[in-house]
């Protein structure tokens, strides 16, 4: 089973990028779809960007479509998640997940430790 750690969080001022990476242990980190989740303090858990397993799908929560870039290199079993245009309500944990499932809906059983972000005004 494949086993993620997420790194790139930081603290920023609003109006700045950063660049979360995801990276999958297990040379089958290609056969997952990969998402990013995000939970603030008191608020549940929300994704935030999800890809499929050969990068040619990609979907955004609407508070962050056009501001963000989910993309993955399955060579090198990472997957990215580029933010800019960071705003304070973008502060969170963040996290990846993977997505076993090879029908129906998603199956994300499979998690990171998380990376902080931090957007001050």
């Known amino acids: 089973q494949v086993q993620l750690v997420e790194s790139g969080g930081g603290s920023v001022q609003a109006g700045g990028s950063l660049r979360l990476s995801c990276a999958g242990s297990a040379r089958t980190f290609r056969n997952y779809n990969i998402g990013w989740f995000r939970q603030a303090p008191g608020k549940e858990r929300e994704l935030v960007a999800r890809?499929?397993?050969?990068?040619?799908?990609?979907e955004y929560e609407d508070s962050v479509k056009g501001r963000s870039n989910i993309s993955r290199d399955n060579g090198r079993n990472l997957v990215f998640l580029q933010m800019n245009s960071l705003k304070p309500e973008d502060t969170a944990v963040y996290y990846c997940?993977?997505?076993?499932?090879?029908?129906?809906?998603?199956?994300?059983?499979?998690w990171g430790q998380g990376t902080q972000v931090t957007v001050s005004s």
């Open positions: 890809i499929s397993r050969g990068g040619g799908t990609v």
């Open positions: 997940a993977a997505d076993s499932s090879l029908v129906g809906g998603p199956r994300w059983d499979t």
